[in-house]
């Protein structure tokens, strides 16, 4: 039955639909994997397999009940789920990868959760990540580092790496991440699977752990894009519980997902093609173009001015933004309380055993950021406005943008990155993310076994056609082979 790991949710369904396979056999099939490959991949936090167990016979009974009275059935039926650790899940720990919250166990479940559980997938368990999703390896959990399933030596990216590496090493046939400037697409590039940002206010936050509240988003990692469509489409929707949501008509991406690009106009970010970004991936993002335009679309290189002021308006917005939401970490009202013999102690001790050095560099940065004689936040709020209004222009004769992922392959870990370096790992990523605009992320081409990802960024609310222009590369380009 450990055959059936490889199979993509829409075979999966059909299985499961024909009796061929029950919710049980699958979700046991997907634990049975999962402790062969955790001791090299450490993508988990924390294995649910009771609670998965008692997950996938319920789904069972409901999809025998279903099919008896000849109603619909729930797309993600019996299909398992692993979700990112900073998403709440009640009563499973949900650590934030940190010290802070080691013992911490929610007493509610995320929006995004309560939807996935309504439609009947069974949670296989937690997923490591950078704590507080403050990292680009998933080496900054407070407990372990997770590897890159593709080559063991290599970091999976992040700060979703957990999530990224279950769905590449087959521990779950999709995950959630969240994103605040890359963390769902850098490791989807890393681990060759593909990741969305959606839109800003497209997915529900309640339940999210806050990193920078005005670029925090939930999305889904799979195998195939129209996998992650179907996904996103199962998470996303207003919710009265988080007033950043959107008030949209219902919708249906696997519905427009064959429809082609024939006549889509796509501009090639140009400064997103040069300076820090490697030379053999300027290539395949080049290439990527000449095939989309062989399936009908057609590709333009331009310009994105405000590109160069992005990385450095992200920076002091999400430090800001991260200092604000963690300082009720205190060891008070939340998290770790170290020993103390005053109030001032408490704070000092409690912080300082609970937060990594990374996190509390965040911190002190934003809250100099902050501080009554400083306008950095201001000027960021500027820029911010001066990206998206870039966006705007160029979207006024675009579609779609077509741009890398990350300036750089997959790197070992323990590689000691310089401070430059680990800044521009977010060079690509950040714009999308300040101007609140969906982004795909997805292999491109493969070097010596390992993924380039490419970036699709489109207009507000148009997660359905970058879904096309990805499936339509997936076909043109071979990279991906249907099921049977």
């Known amino acids: 039955m450990t055959y059936v790991i490889r199979f993509s949710i829409p075979a999966l369904r059909r299985l499961l639909l024909a009796g061929q396979v029950?919710?049980?056999?699958?979700t046991k099939a997907y634990i049975e994997n999962i402790r062969k490959t955790e001791p090299q991949v450490s993508a988990f936090l924390t294995v649910c397999e009771e609670r998965a167990l008692q997950d996938a016979e319920k789904a069972d009974r409901r999809l025998a009940m279903l099919q008896a009275e000849g109603k619909p059935v729930p797309s993600l039926l019996g299909i398992p789920m692993a979700v990112k650790d900073n998403i709440c899940t009640k009563g499973i720990a949900t650590t934030c990868a940190s010290r802070m919250l080691e013992h911490f166990t929610p007493p509610y479940d995320a929006t995004v959760i309560q939807k996935?559980?309504?439609n009947g997938?069974?949670?296989l368990g937690k997923l490591n990540m950078d704590e507080f999703g403050i990292g680009v390896s998933t080496e900054n959990s407070a407990f372990f580092s997770t590897k890159n399933p593709l080559d063991v030596t290599l970091v999976p990216g992040g700060s979703s790496g957990g999530s990224a590496a279950a769905v590449a090493a087959a521990q779950a046939p999709f995950a959630l991440g969240s994103d605040t400037g890359g963390s769902i697409r850098?490791?989807?590039?890393?681990?060759?699977?593909?990741?969305?940002?959606?839109?800003?206010?497209?997915?529900?936050?309640?339940?999210?752990?806050?990193?920078?509240?005005?670029l925090d988003q939930i999305g889904p990692l799979t195998k195939t894009v129209a996998e992650n469509a179907l996904?996103?489409?199962?998470?996303?929707?207003?919710d009265a519980k988080d007033v950043t949501t959107a008030q949209n008509k219902p919708f249906s991406y696997m519905t427009e997902l064959d429809q082609g690009v024939k006549g889509v106009r796509i501009g090639l970010i140009a400064e997103l093609l040069t300076g820090y970004v490697q030379e053999s991936i300027r290539a395949n993002v080049v290439s990527v173009g000449k095939v989309l335009e062989k399936a009908g679309a057609k590709l333009e290189f331009v310009s994105l001015p405000s590109v160069e002021d992005a990385l450095a308006a992200y920076t002091l917005l999400s430090c800001a933004e991260l200092a604000s939401n963690l300082a009720r970490f205190d060891g008070v009202r939340f998290g770790r309380?170290?020993?103390?013999?005053?109030?001032?102690?408490?704070?000092?001790?409690s912080r300082n055993e609970g937060l990594g050095t990374h996190v509390k560099q965040r911190i002190l940065a934003g809250t100099m950021i902050l501080s009554s004689d400083c306008n950095a936040y201001a000027k960021a709020l500027s820029v911010k406005k001066a990206v998206q209004s870039d966006f705007a222009k160029l979207f006024q004769d675009y579609d779609a943008l077509l741009c890398p992922v990350v300036p750089r392959m997959p790197f070992p870990l323990g590689t000691k990155l310089s401070e430059q370096e680990i800044y521009t790992m977010d060079l690509c990523t950040v714009p999308a993310s300040l101007a609140g605009l969906p982004a795909l992320s997805m292999p491109c081409a493969w070097e010596q076994g390992l993924p380039c990802g490419m970036q699709l960024i489109g207009p507000a609310f148009s997660e359905g056609l970058l879904y096309r222009i990805g499936r339509a590369f997936e076909r043109e380009s071979g990279l991906v082979k249907e099921d049977a």
């Open 22 to 26: 029950s919710s049980s056999e699958l």
């Open 116 to 118: 996935l559980s309504q």
């Open 121 to 123: 997938s069974p949670l």
């Open 186 to 214: 850098q490791p989807a590039a890393f681990c060759g699977v593909v990741g969305i940002n959606p839109t800003y206010g497209r997915v529900s936050r309640y339940g999210l752990a806050a990193y920078a509240s005005s």
């Open 231 to 238: 996904i996103l489409e199962a998470i996303a929707g207003q």
């Open 337 to 349: 309380r170290a020993s103390h013999d005053t109030l001032e102690s408490l704070y000092k001790n």
